[in-house]
């Protein structure tokens, strides 16, 4: 039986914490709030036509690809890393969680997935911060792009330092973000070649 040829359509990168639960102590923003939002933001992927692209570890990303299915998003691309440092439970709940998308991606380490997920995705929608979540947002800075949009009430701040060689746009709410979406993706850079290095 032959596999289905990926669609040519653009790639959003998901992307935001794992664990949950530490991160909502350290933020004092509800766990609630992170998975209702990334649930929201898998749906505007989804109905924006675009494809999505995910780490299927845990928390956003998960969430997120459930709110994507729901929506009957197009395509699904889940990057599973192995070897590196990570969570004892990243590389196998990646395997696991990565039988629900269309497509896999495997090859590469935990520290060559931050590069990875830049590289595939047109757009990065960031929901939440963590350590995995601003190497990601920094690693655009090398490899040219995408922009990230990134839903403000699901952070405490970004650091000026970094927002000064990052295309980081915020989105004050929801009715805000299938706008900024659809803008992005339909914009004359938006489904150029990013060349790699800088």
């Known amino acids: 039986m032959r596999k289905p040829k990926r669609p040519q359509l653009p790639v959003v990168g998901l992307i935001g914490p794992t664990n949950l639960r530490r991160i909502s102590e350290a933020s004092g923003i509800p766990e609630r709030t992170?998975?209702?939002?990334?649930?929201?933001?898998g749906r505007t992927i989804a109905e924006c036509g675009a494809m999505l692209a995910v780490v299927p570890d845990r928390g956003i990303a998960v969430t997120g690809m459930r709110g994507y299915r729901d929506a009957h998003?197009?395509?699904?691309?889940?990057?599973?890393?192995?070897?590196?440092?990570?969570?004892?439970v990243a590389t196998p709940n990646c395997v696991e969680n990565a039988a629900a998308c269309?497509?896999?991606?495997?090859g590469f380490t935990w520290h060559h997935q931050h590069a990875a997920i830049c590289e595939l995705s047109n757009?990065?929608?960031?929901?939440?911060?963590?350590?995995?979540?601003?190497?990601?947002?920094?690693?655009?800075?090398?490899?040219?792009?995408p922009r990230v949009l990134v839903l403000r009430e699901t952070i405490s701040l970004i650091p000026k330092e970094i927002l000064a060689e990052t295309d980081v746009v915020f989105i004050d709410d929801l009715k805000a973000l299938k706008g900024a979406v659809q803008a992005a993706l339909t914009g004359p850079k938006s489904l150029q070649n990013k060349p790699v290095g800088a």
Request: a negative charge; proline letters at 6%; glycine letters at 14%.
């Open 34 to 41: 992170y998975r209702d939002l990334a649930y929201e933001a």
């Open 73 to 88: 998003g197009p395509w699904t691309i889940g990057l599973v890393p192995d070897g590196g440092p990570s969570d004892t």
């Open 102 to 106: 269309d497509e896999i991606l495997d």
């Open 123 to 145: 757009l990065l929608l960031c929901v939440g911060l963590s350590c995995g979540t601003m190497a990601e947002i920094a690693w655009t800075k090398w490899v040219h792009g």
